[in-house]
């Protein structure tokens, strides 16, 4: 039997007029339905959560609570990782190698550093005595208000939970719209929050098209913050639509990360981790390294290391505990990817490996892209500047360090970088680099307690990390006058309190 999902609005599972048919990007099989939301189920959820916040249900709640709460929503998700990892690559054809490290245990690990933080967070803090007035000084982080969530396919349940954990640490209400694609574990994160016990109306969960839905969410006017992973056109609308009424923003956007190795590296080492750079969650992750920067002096060798390992990497089933590289989402998306494919030929780099979609009985349904890596490439091209979002490498060459550090800029992204060679170099490189993660002989190392996010058109703000809840407070600063008579006050700031009293 098939899995139906509801939307999840004031506490209740509702169902619309119209159903998502979820397919596996692999077979086409069915993998669930999922209720179709529209604008007034956006109405409706936006009235719940406003409702919530006004009424001071979970805001008031001790921070101590709300953290034992997102606890046990952990608990809870890590209970059925294998699972959620298992569905997730169904949904979405991520490997099983990663949805449950990366998907699931990474989102649970989210959960229980907030839980950890939340407690210790500064919501209210005693400032030094105000001279001269005098006055004391407080200053309280309070919660925003309503906050709408917005996370793409690719990694949904994480891009969630950095949303909604810091959103509801600080006493938030959220009304979250997954992808249309991909809905069904942000709608299992909702289950695990009303199994814990969050009372109704804080977590709302509406399913729809990014048009009229999305849109319509993210521009509601009692929408007080919105928190949007995904392209990085749709980041610039969200912020356009902001600028009326000042509404908060944050945005993790897309990004062309430059891996760059230096001529002192393990060579061997770098090649793979160039591949599981670019190739991990099969090309389709933001902070994916698909620029490789390589000495020109050892080009030769490196791409020859690098096709060969690369043409080992085994495409097919998600759930195979052995495949390296999935499907692709959708055939829109491969057919984008296989666009991308005629453009980097006709503007002159040249394909060393793949290139095309694999045949084969098994490749027959759904929707395929062979790992494919470009050479010949320089940065002005296309398929250099452009966010591909598959497991398409492109290689560029550089012949000093400061001309891979000029490549690596020069790009409107800022998202990712990395750097292979030693230590004390890459180092130095990577305080160079303008990205919001600079990964040193490694990629994709995303830890709850470091911030994630981008430069330039990378992004707006930081999710995750020892900061993440400020994203969600306002600041309000509230001085205790302690002058005395009138006589003291408000001149007393401005004149020489001395002479006010003669
Ligand atoms: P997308 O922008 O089309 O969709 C993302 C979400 O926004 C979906 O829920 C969609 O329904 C919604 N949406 C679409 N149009 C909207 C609109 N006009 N107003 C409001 N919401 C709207 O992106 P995508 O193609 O689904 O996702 C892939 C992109 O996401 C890539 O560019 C990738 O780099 C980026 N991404 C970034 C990060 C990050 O943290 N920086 C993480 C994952 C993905």
């Given amino acids: 039997m098939t899995n139906h999902y509801s939307m999840y609005i004031d506490g209740k599972w509702v169902d619309g007029d119209e159903v998502y048919e979820i397919r596996s990007p692999a077979t086409e099989e069915l993998v669930a339905t999922v ?58 054809g991520a490997t099983i190698r990663i949805t449950g490290a990366l998907h699931v245990g990474l989102s649970v690990g989210q959960l229980q550093y907030l839980a950890a933080i939340v407690d210790q967070y500064e919501w209210e803090t005693t400032g030094p005595a105000i001279e001269p007035v005098p006055a004391a000084g407080i200053v309280v982080r309070e919660p925003i208000g309503v906050v709408a969530a917005i996370v793409p396919w690719n990694i949904p349940l994480l891009t969630a ?167 692709i989402i959708s055939a829109t998306q491969r057919d984008r990817i296989l666009d991308y494919f005629r453009i980097g030929l006709e503007e002159g780099a040249t394909i060393a490996l793949g290139g095309r979609a694999p045949s084969g009985p098994e490749f027959n349904k759904g929707y395929w892209i062979e790992p494919t890596i470009f050479v010949d490439v320089t940065n002005d091209m296309r398929i250099a500047r452009d966010e591909v979002f598959g497991p398409v490498l492109v290689v560029l060459t550089y012949d000093s360090v400061d001309e891979a550090v000029k490549i690596a800029n020069d790009t409107n992204y800022g998202l990712s970088a990395g750097i292979w060679g030693s230590e004390e170099r890459a180092l130095e490189v990577a305080r ?43 600041e309000k600063f509230i001085s205790l006058d302690r002058s005395g008579g009138i006589e003291n006050k408000a001149f007393a700031i401005v004149i020489d309190p001395a002479q006010t009293r003669n």
């Fill in 35 to 92: 209720a179709k939301g529209t604008t007034e189920h956006v109405d409706a959820a936006v009235a719940a959560a406003k409702g919530t916040f006004e009424q001071g249900i979970w805001r008031r709640t001790p921070p101590k609570e709300r953290a034992a709460l997102i606890n046990t929503v952990a608990e809870r998700l890590a209970a059925r990782t294998d699972e959620l990892a298992a569905l997730q690559s169904r949904e979405n």
């Fill in 161 to 327: 939970v950095w949303k909604v954990g810091p959103a509801l640490a600080a006493g938030n209400s959220v009304v979250l719209k997954p992808d249309e694609h991909a809905p069904v574990l942000p709608l299992e994160l909702a289950r695990e929050f009303e199994a814990a016990g969050l009372p109704p109306g804080v977590l709302n969960v509406v399913t729809g098209d990014g048009e009229p839905v999305g849109a319509y969410l993210s521009g509601h006017p009692d929408v007080r913050k919105v928190a949007f992973t995904g392209s990085t056109a749709v980041g610039k609308s969200i912020l356009r639509q902001s600028a009326d009424s000042i509404r908060r923003v944050t945005l993790e956007l897309g990004g062309k990360g430059a891996n760059v190795i230096l001529d002192d590296a393990d060579i061997d080492m770098a090649v793979d981790g160039a591949l599981f750079a670019c190739m991990a969650n099969n090309g389709e992750a933001c902070e994916a390294g698909t620029r490789l920067l390589i000495p020109a002096s050892r080009r030769d060798e490196i791409v020859g290391k690098l096709v060969e390992r690369a043409a080992t990497l085994r495409l097919g089933d998600p759930l195979a505990a052995t495949t390296h590289v999935g499907p």
């Fill in 432 to 474: 160079r680099l303008d990205a919001g993660m600079v990964w040193v002989n490694n990629w994709h190392v995303i830890h709850p307690a470091y911030p994630f996010g981008g430069f330039k058109e990378s992004g707006l703000g930081r999710e995750g990390g020892p900061h993440s809840i400020d994203e969600y407070v306002e």
